[in-house]
């Protein structure tokens, strides 16, 4: 006697909704629940969440949004497109950056008929929406993606070792484009301390000697502190350090996003201020996750001599060797520092597929901006 498995994809609008499928999941870091609410908090929209079933147990699922332009530009390939090469200087040639200007501008009349687009991503992670349980559930997954017929569906930040992921994207027409890196440093067990990591290349001995000398002559130290100490103070840093590197940001937003963490925080926080003269000059928010850690947060001060490097790299990689983690997560941006402390630059590609008659102007200009941006990674010469 055979038996037939039951199988089938149950949606729901909104983590509340979810919740009853939602355990028993192999979740990371920013599939769990808390992760989740926040992000939802924030985003000012519900999620819709789809769980593969499985004779009633949950064995995958998929977090998607649907955009008509307002989300986080990372997030929304349209946007991206639409970004052309305008935080790419330095990083595409000349002739290449003439052609993206060109392609871009035809994005952005096409819009209208892009959008709106069904994404499969994470908040705030820069990893797919997806949760595997079993990989023959993928399909179906991306069958329920494409299920409402909307213009342009994405699956953002894929990791290049997802190969049967990659392949099943191309196969239904899916074109890449790495516009974002996860920078990874890989903790040696060996290590007993800073100064081994230090020791590991010459030049990145005397920096670290060199950075750290300067930050503790200023007067400056860091400390742990528990996540419910954030307050005004933290959301002034954070905004301030979002406004410097061009983003729209706000104290209010950065309020809500700290009361936020502290009504859910997920996984196991780690929070580090940096203290001179009796003033907080800056702070990171990290996450512990299966031996891993993972930045998160920051706000920072620019008057404190290298606070940066200390806060975000050297505090954390003395307390994760201390306490045994196996790597840290840096995320995105400032590749050239990350590469040069040792990170590894691991590209996360996006994948879109839009309406036919915009396929080839997608599909020329994700490739433009995809050499362009391993390049600014250094996953490419030049």
């Not at 924030?42 to 998607?64: F, H, K, N």
């Not at 990989?135 to 070792?161: I, Q, R, S, W, Y």
């Not at 130290?221 to 954070?238: K, W, Y």
Request: hydrophobic share 40%; glycine share 10%.
């Amino acid at each position: 006697m055979t038996t037939t498995e039951t199988t089938q994809v149950v949606r729901a609008d909104g983590l509340d909704a979810a919740g009853p499928y939602w355990d028993g999941l192999p979740h990371n870091l920013f599939s769990s629940a808390n992760w989740l609410r926040t992000g939802e908090v924030l985003g000012g929209t519900p999620a819709r969440y789809s769980v593969v079933q499985r004779e009633g147990l949950p064995s995958s699922a998929q977090v998607t949004w649907r955009s008509s332009g307002e989300m986080w530009v990372y997030n929304d390939p349209v946007a991206l497109l639409r970004l052309g090469a305008a935080e790419l200087e330095g990083h595409i040639e000349e002739n290449a950056a003439a052609e993206v200007a060109e392609l871009a501008a035809v994005v952005e009349q096409a819009a209208q008929e892009l959008y709106p687009a069904r994404i499969s991503v994470l908040p705030s992670g820069y990893r797919p929406g997806l949760v595997v349980g079993s990989a023959h559930d993928v399909p179906l997954l991306f069958d329920d993606l494409e299920k409402d017929g909307d213009p342009t569906t994405a699956v953002m930040h894929v990791g290049e070792e997802d190969d049967r992921t990659v392949a099943l994207l191309r196969e239904r027409g899916y074109v890449g484009m790495a516009a974002a890196g996860d920078s990874v440093l890989e903790i040696d067990p060996a290590w007993g301390g800073l100064q081994d990591y230090a020791a590991v290349e010459r030049r990145r001995g005397k920096r670290v000697r060199q950075e750290v000398d300067a930050f503790r002559a200023s007067g400056a130290t860091i400390r742990e502190v528990d996540v419910a100490a954030l307050g005004a103070r933290h959301a002034e840093l954070h905004s301030a350090h979002l406004r410097r590197y061009g983003h729209e940001a706000t104290e209010d937003s950065s309020r809500r996003l700290i009361s936020a963490i502290q009504q859910w925080p997920a996984g196991q926080p780690l929070a580090l201020e940096i203290v001179r003269n009796g003033t907080v000059d800056g702070f990171l928010v990290a996450y512990e996750w299966g031996g891993e850690l993972f930045a998160s947060m920051l706000g920072i001060s620019p008057d404190t001599p290298y606070g940066y490097f200390n806060l975000i790299y050297y505090e954390p990689i003395r307390r994760a060797v201390e306490v045994g983690l196996s790597r840290i997560h840096f995320g995105p941006g400032t590749y050239q520092a990350k590469r040069q402390r040792g990170c590894t630059v691991r590209p996360l590609t996006s994948y879109v597929r839009v309406p036919e008659r915009w396929e080839a102007t997608v599909a020329r200009l994700a490739s433009l901006l995809d050499t362009a941006y391993r390049r600014e990674m250094g996953a490419v010469g030049g």
